[in-house]
C-alpha cells in the first residue's frame, strides 16, 4: 500500500512539473509574439496600426509578471 501511494504521488510530481515547464515556454513564446507584434505596429505609419501598437499592452503586461515568476522559480531552483 505504501509503495503504491508513493509511486502515485511521484508520477504526479514529475507529470506536474512538465506541465508547468510546457506553460512556461508557452508563456515566453507568446510574450516574444506580443513584443514582436507591439514594435511592428508601433512602427506603423497609421494611427490604427500605432493605437493597436499600444492595445498590446494588455496581453504584455501579464505575461511580462509570469516571466518574471518563471526566472525567479529557476533562480530558486539553482540556490
Keep these: 500500500m505504501i509503495t503504491t501511494v508513493t509511486t502515485i504521488s511521484s508520477v504526479t510530481t514529475v507529470a506536474g512539473m512538465g506541465i508547468a515547464t510546457a506553460l512556461s515556454a508557452v508563456a515566453t513564446i507568446s510574450l516574444i509574439a506580443f513584443l514582436t507584434t507591439r514594435e511592428l505596429l508601433?512602427?506603423?505609419?497609421?494611427?490604427?496600426?500605432?493605437?493597436?501598437g499600444r492595445f498590446m499592452s494588455v496581453?504584455?503586461?501579464?505575461?511580462l509578471l509570469v516571466f518574471a515568476a518563471v526566472v525567479a522559480v529557476a533562480i530558486a531552483e539553482v540556490l
Design 59 to 63: 496581453g504584455i503586461i501579464p505575461l
Design 42 to 52: 508601433s512602427a506603423g505609419v497609421t494611427h490604427s496600426s500605432q493605437r493597436a
